[in-house]
């Protein structure tokens, strides 16, 4: 089945705007909340959302096999059981609604009132239940530089990591949208040249850049899910701020893992972006040498051209800072290879989990995911537009992580992720 939608030439009724995200070629998956109180499940073009729950109550998906109330939910979880095919044809359909040439919805303004919404006049919700959240640890710049800067600088890679996306489990009941404040965590620490630790707010938290993605119904429990065939189960990506506590995480995390340093907070950009908008985007990954194990080994173009960049918003800032530019093609272990070996002990995975890809830092200085990096240990502050300096994020920063893909046809792209940091809260 084509992808009808990916037609660089094709233009909305709908005024896009120059260097929007949201073209018609894209058609991300979000669920929002209007001022009447509505919750449903919709798309974006431009600076519009609009309520595909409406549009399939006024028979625009006709013809196209579908539960009457798949849209009127606040969840995507149910479409995305419903498999590839499926979202290839509502969103090939929405393309086509939505298509300057097409007259149907275009000159029924009874019909655009109830359909089309103002992006400002809705609220975006998280879009789907997220029923298992792992996080990877994918770059190999990022587990280099953390090597060095926490273990050992001669030998910075453990000896797996060159064989085996590493990751862990995190927790799905703390990921909340972009714009949702967040609140420093309290947690327990050692401070430097202390033997016994305390109790207090984290001094040191930090921002790790990440995408994720949404996987639809992948397997039953004791299948596996083969490196060939795991794209399939790959519904779309979103832009992850996966919140650190970095004083917390170095005394916590040995030898089990990040546990309470990351599980506070986890923001994303509210709207999934699907595959299929990111197929013109697919380039090859980074040579991974030594080859990988026979069931984690791809062939072709297994990465995507995404670039990511990193905001700071302080107070008194005029303008967001930008901090960090990197791309997702850096990436060592691609999401196929991620959810092959995630599934290759038989674990289930379920429509409506996500997996992080891990901190995405790229090869230079200025491409690094996170201000562990960008400031080495703190070691070089990076200076701000209103005059002061960060080692790590300040209470009342804002954090903005953007990311969108470009050729010289179109530009597909996320959207943001911006959340505030609020200082602690802790009830006595
Ligand atoms: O290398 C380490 O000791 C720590 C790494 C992280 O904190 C990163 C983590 O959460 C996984 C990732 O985002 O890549
Ligand atoms: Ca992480
Ligand atoms: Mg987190």
Redesign the pocket.
């Known amino acids: 089945m084509p992808i009808s939608t990916n037609n660089p030439s094709r233009k909305s009724w709908l005024d896009v705007p120059e260097n929007s995200d949201f073209p018609i070629q894209n058609i991300p998956f979000g669920v929002f909340l209007t001022k009447d109180d509505v919750i449903t499940i919709g798309t974006r073009i431009g600076n519009y959302a609009i309520d595909l729950g409406a549009l399939q109550q006024l028979n625009y998906f006709e013809g196209i096999e579908l539960t009457d109330d798949m849209f009127m939910q606040d969840t995507l979880n149910d479409f995305i059981s419903d498999g590839k095919k499926t979202w290839r044809l509502v969103r090939n359909r929405i393309g086509d609604i939505f298509d300057s040439e097409n007259p149907l919805l275009r000159d029924n303004d009874k019909h655009k009132d109830i359909i089309i919404f103002n992006i400002e006049d809705v609220e975006m919700q998280l879009p789907v239940l997220i029923g298992d959240y792992t996080?990877?640890?994918?770059?190999k710049e990022?587990?280099t530089n953390?090597?060095k800067m926490?273990?050992d600088p001669e030998n910075a890679l453990l000896p797996n990591w060159l064989h085996i996306p590493v990751g862990?489990h995190g927790r799905s009941s703390t990921i909340v949208p972009s714009g949702i404040p967040v609140h420093r965590p309290m947690g327990q620490t050692l401070p430097n040249g202390e033997t016994e630790p305390v109790f207090g707010s984290s001094r040191l938290v930090d921002f790790?850049l990440?995408t994720a993605f949404i996987t639809t119904d992948a397997n039953v429990m004791g299948e596996n899910i083969p490196v060939g065939e795991a794209e399939d189960y790959i519904f779309g990506m979103v832009l992850l701020n996966?919140w650190?506590a970095r004083d917390m995480?170095k005394w916590e995390?040995v030898p089990l893992g990040?546990f309470l340093a990351?599980n506070f907070a986890t923001s994303i950009s509210p709207w999934i972006v699907t595959m299929d908008a990111l197929e013109p985007f697919r380039v090859k990954g980074p040579n991974q040498e030594p080859k990988p194990l026979p069931y984690l080994q791809q062939k072709g173009k297994n990465a995507f051209d995404i670039h990511l960049e990193v905001y700071i918003g302080t107070e008194n800032s005029k303008e967001p800072n930008l901090v960090s530019k990197s791309n997702f093609k850096y990436m060592y272990w691609s999401m196929a290879q991620q959810l092959a070996h995630h599934t290759s002990n038989g674990c289930r995975v379920n429509s409506g989990d996500m997996m992080?890809s891990?901190?995405i830092s790229g090869p230079t200085p200025d491409s690094f995911g996170s201000m562990l990096e960008l400031t080495w240990g703190g070691k070089n502050p990076i200076k701000l537009n209103d005059g002061t300096e960060r080692k790590f994020i300040n209470d009342n920063d804002t954090v903005i992580m953007k990311g969108y893909c470009k050729n010289s046809s179109v530009r597909i792209g996320f959207g943001e992720v911006s959340s505030k940091l609020l200082p602690p809260f802790n009830r006595k």
């Not at 996080?135 to 770059?139: C, E, N, P, V």
């Open positions: 996080d990877f640890y994918s770059s990022h587990a953390v090597g926490f273990r862990y790790e990440e996966d650190s995480q995390y990040p990351k992080g891990g901190t």
